[in-house]
């Protein structure tokens, strides 16, 4: 089993092919970060991944495009709980996200 760290360090390169796929979706709350982007051209093929605080949990799929919406539509759910806030939207937001990853060594 992965440690904290290096779940820390497998996430981060998901998030940063996550912010440079388009469309994407990355969500950051106290709980955990949550990515959700293409993982090809034809954007039949998505990735999910997340990884919760404090324990560095760490959980990947690779999943379709039908199953990626379905999932979108859950998180977006979630919104009311976290506040509508926690959608990353800017490079400052992916930068703070990511220095979060640290926490986890």
């Known amino acids: 089993m992965a440690d904290k760290a290096e779940n820390a360090k ?3 390169v998901l998030l940063a092919q996550a912010w440079e796929n388009t469309p994407s979706f990355i969500c950051s709350n106290e709980d955990y970060i949550y ?4 993982s090809d051209e034809t954007k039949t093929k998505w990735i999910e991944a997340s990884l919760t605080f404090p324990d560095g949990s760490f959980d990947k ?3 379709d495009s039908d199953k990626a919406i379905a ?7 979630v919104l009311p709980t976290y ?13 703070e996200v990511s220095s979060r990853l640290g926490t986890l060594s």
């Open 83 to 95: 506040g509508a806030n926690t959608i990353v939207t800017t490079k400052a937001q992916l930068d």
């Open 71 to 77: 999932l979108l539509i859950e998180e977006l759910k």
């Open 10 to 12: 497998a996430f981060g």
């Open 61 to 63: 799929k690779d999943i």
């Open 35 to 38: 990515c959700l982007f293409p």
